[in-house]
């Protein structure tokens, strides 16, 4: 595991209360019952920190009505913000958000991890009750100057 994205990950731990050691070993944190994974890809000043959530999978009369709307979001990002919905072999929706890792401090990756779980919950609602959230708030900023 790279320094820069060790130091980031025990900065985050110590800003919000968690033990440094565990968020290292197992690069998750629950937030509001929703596991969100973290992960560094690639290297240098190409290396990403991705989050990646796995919400649910929906109810067989209901998957055409969830993967068309999935598709919707997805495109121009117009109900995902700057993040994708994907979709696992046994049908699970995936969502996901990649930022440069020299554009994230502690504070911005606290924002964006808490972003994602509003995000992530609303989609996992939806996914499985069938409630719409009304309209999803501009949670990502794609220009890299915000978390």
């Not at 440094?20 to 560094?40: R, S």
């Not at 990646?52 to 067989?60: D, I, T, V, W, Y």
């Not at 924002?111 to 409630?131: M, N, R």
Request: glycine share 8%; hydrophobic share 45%; charged share 20%.
């Amino acid at each position: 595991m790279p320094e820069s994205y060790q130091n980031l990950l025990t900065t985050l731990a110590q800003e919000i209360g968690l033990e440094a050691a565990a968020l290292i070993a197992t690069e998750e944190i629950i937030i509001d019952d929703l596991p969100i994974g973290l992960q560094l890809q690639g290297e240098g000043e190409r290396a990403e920190v991705v989050l990646c959530s796995l919400l649910a999978a929906p109810q067989m009369d209901r998957w055409d009505e969830v993967v068309r709307a999935l598709m919707h979001a997805n495109h121009l990002y117009d109900g995902t913000p700057g993040a994708t919905l994907g979709m696992l072999p046994d049908d699970t929706v995936s969502l996901n958000v990649r930022r440069p890792l020299r554009a994230l401090d502690a504070h911005k990756l606290a924002v964006l991890l808490a972003k994602t779980a509003d995000l992530g919950l609303a989609w996992q609602d939806f996914i499985v009750s069938g409630h719409a959230t009304p309209g999803v708030p501009a949670f990502f900023d794609t220009t890299g100057t915000h978390a």
